[in-house]
């Protein structure tokens, strides 16, 4: 879900840092590539999780990981924000979208420079 939003060329991280380095090696590393859920599953929950806190920072980081994986379309991350303002109310919702509208427009200017 976080794709290349999360990876050393796109968001470099100070391994030095345990916190950062077991966030990479435990939850990247071993939890999301364990059996029984799918990423693009992982994923949906963990930016329904992000939802409820109202981060739209973070939803733009993955919205733009699943938009480049091809996990989700621009108009399934549209139709979640729909879905998610029932479950974490109108106030976050709207920054949710924020962060889904920004995360698409960083996803097309992307399509477009490499055209």
């Known amino acids: 879900m976080y794709g290349k939003g999360f ?12 916190f950062l380095r077991e966030t ?4 990247f590393g071993d939890i999301w590539s364990r059996s029984g859920l799918s990423v693009r599953g992982r994923g949906l929950m963990a930016i329904g999780a992000t939802a409820a806190l109202g ?4 939803i733009r980081i993955q919205a733009l990981g699943a938009l480049r994986n091809g996990e989700l ?4 991350l549209r139709q979640g924000v729909l879905q998610l303002a029932y479950y974490t109310g109108w106030g976050n919702a ?7 509208e920004d ?8 399509r477009a420079q490499e055209r």
Not at 24 to 27: F, K, Y
Not at 73 to 76: K, L, N, Y
């Open 55 to 58: 981060r739209s920072d973070l």
């Open 73 to 76: 379309s621009p108009a399934e």
């Open 7 to 18: 990876s050393p060329t796109y968001c470099p991280l100070p391994r030095e840092k345990p």
């Open 94 to 100: 709207t920054d949710v979208d924020r962060g889904i």
């Open 103 to 110: 995360a698409i427009a960083d996803h097309e200017r992307e």
């Open 24 to 27: 990479v090696d435990h939850l």
